[in-house]
């Protein structure tokens, strides 16, 4: 299994950018796709960002794509959600979410795909 950790989360301004951490631990030999979900209040999560087991390929919704960048680095077992241009409508829960691949260059997009969740990071942006 492996146990994620999120942090960086907090308080930004419209415009202004914030870096998310997701950290790993525990089977993180084995290849796996990790993901980023939001949840803002009264709504269902959505599906932010992946990136591929390879770190090659990426996927990003259409709500952020243009304005948020995924990155992984597997020596530190971390992966990272780059928020830029925020916007109020960007204040949600933000999750980190794996699961394990057999395969280098996919990435799954819908959050069913994945297993492993972390307690998730509080983002606000204010107008």
């Known amino acids: 299994q492996v146990q994620l950790v999120e942090s960086g989360g907090g308080l930004a301004q419209a415009g202004g950018s914030l870096r998310l951490f997701c950290a790993a631990s525990g089977r993180t030999n084995s290849m796996y796709v990790m993901g980023w979900v939001r949840q803002a209040p009264g709504k269902e999560r959505e599906f932010v960002a992946t990136i591929s087991g390879s770190g090659t390929k990426t996927y990003y919704s259409d709500s952020v794509k243009g304005r948020f960048t995924i990155s992984r680095e597997y020596a530190k077992r971390t992966a990272y959600l780059q928020m830029n241009s925020l916007k109020p409508e960007d204040t949600a829960v933000y999750y980190c979410?794996?699961?394990?691949?057999?395969?280098?260059?996919?990435?799954?997009?819908?959050?069913?795909?994945?297993?492993?969740w972390g307690q998730g990071t509080q983002v606000t942006v204010s107008s």
């Open positions: 979410a794996a699961r394990y691949t057999y395969y280098s260059d996919r990435y799954y997009d819908t959050e069913r795909e994945y297993g492993y």
